[in-house]
């Protein structure tokens, strides 16, 4: 298996622009995760998808986020419109039942 | 209080030491423990669970204290390779539980 795919690695974008991050989740996981990590606060929590259906968005910052997961092997995370205070690594990760999480490589958004 | 607290470090050791981390959690609901590394520039990694009788793993040795609520993580005979960021993780039962992460620990380990 390939792993927790994501799409893209790096992201550079203007102040005001739609950001798209995209996942792939490991094949049979029922549970994905959207993760985001700064230096100051470390990896929070941002959604938690469970088969497809979110179960919590508790951590998804303002209204500027968006997350969708229209099939059990797709998602993503849409920031519109970004700020600068958005920059950060976005990582997803996937898991079946109550095992481990794997994450993917993380997209590093960078918003000027 | 937050709801998974761990030293930020560095931890600076050379190699061939024992280091330990804490982590403590405010939870006491929680019910799976886990510690995750995390080397630079790249994501977290399950490195071992805890269990509550502890759990040894090579080098690595994993305990769980309940009642004082606190999970630590000991490295014997410390490896350059070692060098990370070890992350804490707390899963709740509440329903369809996630995961809580601290910050992390950074170790750096030296020649």
């Given at each position: 298996?390939?792993?927790?795919?994501?799409?893209?690695?790096?992201?550079?974008t203007e102040m005001g622009q739609e950001v798209?991050?995209?996942?792939?989740?490991?094949?049979?996981?029922?549970?994905?995760?959207?993760?985001?990590?700064?230096?100051?606060?470390?990896?929070?929590?941002?959604?938690?998808?469970?088969?497809?259906?979110?179960?919590?968005?508790?951590?998804?910052?303002e209204d500027r986020f968006s997350?969708?997961?229209?099939?059990?092997?797709?998602?993503?995370?849409k920031i519109q419109p970004s700020e600068p205070r958005d920059?950060?690594?976005?990582?997803?990760?996937?898991?079946?039942?109550?095992?481990?999480?794997?994450?993917?490589?993380?997209?590093?958004?960078?918003v000027? | 209080?937050?709801?998974?607290?761990?030293?930020?470090?560095?931890?600076?050791?050379?190699?061939?030491?024992?280091?330990?981390?804490?982590?403590?959690?405010?939870?006491?609901?929680?019910?799976?423990?886990?510690?995750?590394?995390?080397?630079?520039?790249?994501?977290?990694?399950?490195?071992?669970?805890?269990?509550?009788?502890?759990?040894?793993?090579?080098?690595?040795?994993?305990?769980?204290?309940?009642?004082?609520?606190?999970?630590?993580?000991?490295?014997?005979?410390?490896?350059?390779?070692?060098?990370?960021?070890?992350?804490?993780?707390?899963?709740?039962?509440?329903?369809?539980?996630?995961?809580?992460?601290?910050?992390?620990?950074?170790?750096?380990?030296?020649?």
């Amino acid at each position: 298996d390939a792993g927790v795919i994501q799409s893209p690695r790096h992201e550079v974008t203007e102040m005001g622009q739609e950001v798209t991050l995209r996942c792939k989740p490991i094949s049979g996981h029922n549970s994905l995760f959207w993760y985001r990590q700064t230096m100051m606060r470390g990896l929070e929590l941002l959604i938690y998808f469970n088969n497809n259906v979110p179960i919590d968005d508790s951590g998804m910052p303002e209204d500027r986020f968006s997350a969708k997961m229209p099939n059990a092997s797709f998602s993503t995370l849409k920031i519109q419109p970004s700020e600068p205070r958005d920059s950060a690594v976005y990582f997803c990760a996937s898991r079946e039942g109550n095992t481990e999480a794997f994450f993917g490589q993380g997209t590093r958004l960078t918003v000027v | 209080r937050k709801e998974v607290e761990q030293d930020p470090g560095p931890f600076n050791v050379p190699e061939g030491a024992t280091v330990a981390f804490n982590c403590t959690y405010s939870n006491s609901a929680s019910q799976s423990f886990f510690w995750y590394r995390q080397d630079c520039r790249k994501e977290p990694k399950l490195l071992m669970s805890v269990y509550s009788s502890g759990n040894e793993d090579g080098r690595f040795t994993a305990q769980l204290n309940r009642a004082s609520q606190y999970i630590s993580l000991l490295i014997r005979d410390s490896k350059l390779s070692d060098s990370a960021t070890y992350l804490c993780v707390v899963r709740s039962n509440s329903g369809y539980s996630t995961l809580t992460f601290g910050k992390g620990t950074m170790l750096l380990v030296s020649p």
